[in-house]
């Protein structure tokens, strides 16, 4: 998409895809060097069939130099 357009500079991303995230960053490969930021929503525990979880997605994204800069938790997880 951003080469296509001639896009350049430093990006952010806004991701909340239902828990693929992991894909959309595995998509995104080429063009984290120019992201500044990511924001990412991603859950604690598993909603969705063969979901990566937030642990699964800060190790990934520690690999990739970036950093957690703050994290919430959403009161609608299911517990148990």
Sequence with gaps: ???ERSIEGSYAMWIDV???TK??????????ASTAIIHAEVEAGELW???T???EIQKMMEAKNFSV???TM???IKQG
């Design 49 to 51: 069939k063969n979901q």
């Design 69 to 71: 800069l703050c994290m």
């Design 74 to 76: 959403n009161s609608n």
């Design 18 to 20: 239902e828990g693929c």
């Design 23 to 32: 894909e959309v960053l595995d998509g995104a490969e080429k063009n984290l």
């Design 53 to 55: 979880t937030v642990s």
């Design 1 to 3: 998409f951003l080469e």
